[in-house]
Nanobody, 125 residues
């Protein structure tokens, strides 16, 4: 079965940086769009960035633009989210997910069919 495993979360001070990783197994890396979401306590899952199945297109949400950067390593079936200039409001559980939907970008959590377990990011003041 398909499996996604996030890592790289932790506790950082405001202004710091983290790089999250998401390793995919059990499915073709290129066969699905891959997105990064986050979910703060009491809130829904918010899209940060999604890359198309071919890797040729990347969509950043307003929350992610300018501070977060998506990258991928196709050979390792791993995608990354580099997060800079972190703020306390970035505190959330961060998830990677895959979508089999054809239209791009897939911006809704409901369009994703496989999710990782999430990794906690806590930004202190």
């Amino acid at each position: 079965q398909a499996q996604l495993v996030e890592s790289g979360g932790g506790l950082v001070q405001a202004g710091g940086s983290l790089r999250l990783s998401c390793a995919a197994s059990g499915r073709s890396f290129s066969g699905y769009a891959m997105g990064w979401f986050r979910q703060a306590p009491g809130k829904g899952r918010e899209l940060l960035v999604v890359i198309s199945r071919s890797g040729s297109s990347t969509y950043y949400s307003n929350s992610a633009k300018g501070r977060f950067t998506f990258s991928r390593d196709s050979a390792k079936n791993t995608v990354y989210l580099q997060m800079n200039s972190l703020k306390p409001e970035d505190t959330a559980v961060y998830y990677c997910a895959t979508s089999s939907e054809i239209p791009f970008p897939t911006t809704s959590a409901g369009q994703y069919d496989t999710w990782g377990q999430g990794t906690q990011v806590t930004v202190s003041s």
